[in-house]
T-cell receptor, first 116, second 110 residues
């Protein structure tokens, strides 16, 4: 149990376009999901915390109008990179927490975004 | 505040060698501690966890003990395999978020 999927796994887009990444908890309900960004050979940087039915909480320095997060159901959160630019190219990883009584996060396989 | 300091890599070992990856932390309160593993091109997989002092987490031959007196959570394995080659992240849970170490790349050669 505790499987998290992400779609797509890879996406290449042109500069100025928007890209949506989906994160799903497949076998559990996730009231809280997290979005991370990882640069090559570096650790994960938390971008935002997403709670079902409410607005996401963004970390300092993360533009909320550029990285739109929607957590419409207990099994789905989406990250939309709006007006993407080459510097947005990165590996985006989501995670989900299985309920409020645990602090373990289960991670998705990641999405490689390349903006040309 | 909360932070994790992890042994820098890369680490290269021969198959069947003993592995130690050091991890120390600073935290307010009583965090849970985790080791995650990331294989090339993939997300993070939970390897093991410990929720309180003196707990030992173990999985797939890997072990780590939550040492409050030394604020450490070192990862060990007695005999590594080529398939253990990956990046290992130490993390702690504080408040509503995780704090990750910088990751340690391990390469095991036959």
């Amino acid at each position: 149990g505790a499987v998290v999927s992400q779609h797509p796994s890879r996406v290449i887009c042109k500069s100025g376009t928007s890209v949506k990444i989906e994160c799903r908890s497949l076998d559990f309900q996730a009231t809280t999901m997290f979005w991370y960004r990882q640069f090559p050979k570096q650790s994960l940087m938390l971008m935002a915390t997403s709670n079902e039915g409410s607005k996401a909480t963004y970390e300092q320095g993360v533009e909320k109008d550029k990285f739109l997060i929607n957590h419409a159901s207990l099994t789905l959160s989406t990250l939309t990179v709006t007006s993407a630019h080459p510097e947005d190219s990165s590996f985006y990883i989501c995670s989900a927490r299985r309920g409020e009584l645990t602090d373990t996060q289960y991670f998705g396989p990641g999405t490689r975004l390349t903006v040309l | 505040g909360n932070s994790v300091t992890q042994m820098e890599g890369p680490v290269t070992l021969s198959e069947e060698a003993f592995l130690t990856i050091n991890c120390t932390y600073t935290a307010t309160g009583y965090p849970s501690l985790f080791w995650y593993v990331q294989y090339p091109g993939e997300g993070l997989q939970l390897l093991l966890k410990a929720t309180k002092a003196d707990d030992k987490g173990s999985n797939k031959g890997f072990e780590a003990t939550y040492r409050k007196e030394t604020t450490s959570f070192h990862l060990e394995k007695g005999s590594v395999q080529v398939s253990d080659s990956a990046v290992y992240f130490c993390a702690l849970s504080g408040g509503n978020q995780f704090y990750f170490g910088t990751g340690t790349s391990l390469t095991v050669i036959p």
